[in-house]
Every structure is written in structure tokens, then in C-alpha cells.
């Protein structure tokens, strides 16, 4: 009888500790971060809005942008000293997405690490309402 007690609590202890590692596996910040993202980008939720500038005037602005990634190289295991991403270029900078600007599709863009840029969240849909 006290073997089978022992053997029980052994296999409840296990799968404690087991749900315990799946489930800061499966939700860990990393992971819910991730899953915000794949959902933002599926259901098309992000309005990200990125400005350069240069000497204190705006040189672009990008609308739309999903997220800004840090590149690495290819064959070196080091960042490199710029970041990335995809955007509607404000061709003429009166922060709204004209409809031929956003008929010339998302353009790629690149701002230096140590540049004078802001990220941020628009809360709206940057098209002419």
C-alpha cells in the first residue's frame, strides 16, 4: 500500500513539474510577445509610424510599419550599426497616407542605430478619412 502511495505521488510530482516547465515554456513573455505580433501582422492591426531626422528637420517618414529589426550578419555573429523595415513612405510629409502613395506599395528603409528617428504606435489608420 505504501508502495503504490509513493508511486503515485512520484508520477504527480513529475507531472507537476512538467506542466510547470510547459507552461513557462509555452507562456513566456518572449512567446505572448511573439503571438501579439504574428496577430497584429495577420489582422493587420499595426500603425506604426517611423520619422528621420537629420539636424533637426524631418527628412522621411514611413507609416504602417510592422516593426524595426536590428540587422546581423550574415557570416559574423555581430549586429550590424543599422536597423530595418517596411513602410509607405510620406512622400510629401503632411502625415497622411495619400492614395498614390500608398499605391507605390510598402518601400524598405534603413535608419542608423545612432540616428535621430522615433518609432511609434499612430493608434489609427494613417489614410484620408
Known sequence: ML????????VAATLLLAGFFAIRYFFSPERINQLGRTVGTTFGFDYGVVEYYSMGNLVARFFNVEKLTTASGTYENQTR?????????????????????????????????????????????????
Not at 508502495?3 to 512520484?10: A, Q, S
Not at 510629401?92 to 500608398?102: H, Q, R, S, T, Y
Open 3 to 10: 508502495r503504490k502511495i509513493v508511486i503515485i505521488l512520484l
Open 81 to 129: 550599426p543599422y536597423r530595418y523595415g517596411y513602410g509607405f513612405r510620406d512622400l510629401n510629409k503632411n502625415g497622411v497616407l495619400d492614395p498614390d502613395e500608398a499605391s507605390l506599395g510598402k518601400a524598405y528603409f534603413e535608419v542608423p542605430v545612432y540616428g535621430d528617428y522615433i518609432y511609434y504606435d499612430a493608434k489609427r489608420d494613417p489614410r484620408r478619412q
